[in-house]
């Protein structure tokens, strides 16, 4: 089974509007860590959010912020106030801790914004 | 600047043959995690090693093999290269034995490139 799932290939955003993407992840760790990480066509992976398996609130960081759904586990990206400098490819990882800290990533969204 | 270098970023090869990609992990990070990133594709995990030791295998090639040597760089051995294996090689380092909450740090990657 799939550790990420994430559903959305490519997504298109006017620029200023908010813009959601999805990622549902599987675990049977009790304490894991979600995170995005942005790839912009340079190639670099920056990191943007992490999420605490444990955390009761959601985690903003500026103009991100996670909608963390423990329940459905799902942890999507929000980002507010689409910029054109967003358009890049994201992904959503999750780190198990005892699974010796392994790394897993989605497939990707690749995000355009437009102006 | 994430503190993870990897070289050479760039490499073309032609197939059957053999190449060496290194990573120096940040100050400090005792994990190295190694990923292949494929043209628009995902990343798939491939190796991590903590402290000179593997300790997680994943989607990765009888072909290539992975070390880390005791001043904590590692060297990633792409051999009886095809076509198929160019692509971006990532690696990335984390705090070891750190709760679930740490990001790993990425390399800016080393683009492969097999003729």
């Known amino acids: 089974a799939q550790k990420i799932t994430q559903t959305q290939p490519g997504m298109f955003v006017q620029e200023k509007e908010a813009v959601t993407l999805d990622c549902t992840y599987d675990?049977?760790?009790?304490?894991?860590?979600l995170f995005w990480y942005k790839q912009p066509s340079s190639g670099e992976m920056i990191f943007l959010i992490y999420q605490g398996s444990y955390d009761q609130q959601n985690a903003t960081e500026g103009r991100y912020s996670l909608n963390f759904q423990k329940a459905r586990k799902s942890a999507n990206l929000v980002i507010s106030a689409s910029q054109l400098g967003d358009s890049a490819m994201y992904f959503c990882?999750?780190?198990?801790?005892?699974?010796?800290?392994?790394?897993?990533f989605g497939s990707g969204t690749k995000l355009n914004v437009k102006p | 600047d994430s503190g993870v270098t990897q070289t050479p970023k760039h490499l073309i090869t032609a197939t059957g043959q053999r190449v060496t990609l290194r990573c120096s992990p940040r100050?400090?990070?005792?994990?190295v995690y190694w990923y292949q990133q494929s043209l628009d594709q995902g990343l798939q995990f491939l190796i991590q090693y903590y402290n000179g030791e593997e300790r997680a295998k994943g989607n990765i090639l009888e072909r290539f093999s992975a070390q880390q040597f005791p001043d904590l760089h590692s060297e990633l051995n792409l051999s009886s290269l095809e076509l198929g294996d160019s692509a971006l090689y990532f690696c990335?380092?984390?705090?070891?034995?750190?709760?679930?909450?740490?990001?790993?740090?990425f390399g800016q990657g080393t683009r492969l490139t097999v003729v």
């Open positions: 990882a999750m780190r198990e801790e005892y699974n010796f800290n392994k790394f897993y």
């Open positions: 990335a380092s984390s705090v070891a034995g750190a709760p679930s909450n740490t990001e790993a740090f």
């Open positions: 100050s400090g990070d005792l994990s």
């Open positions: 675990t049977s760790d009790p304490s894991y860590g």
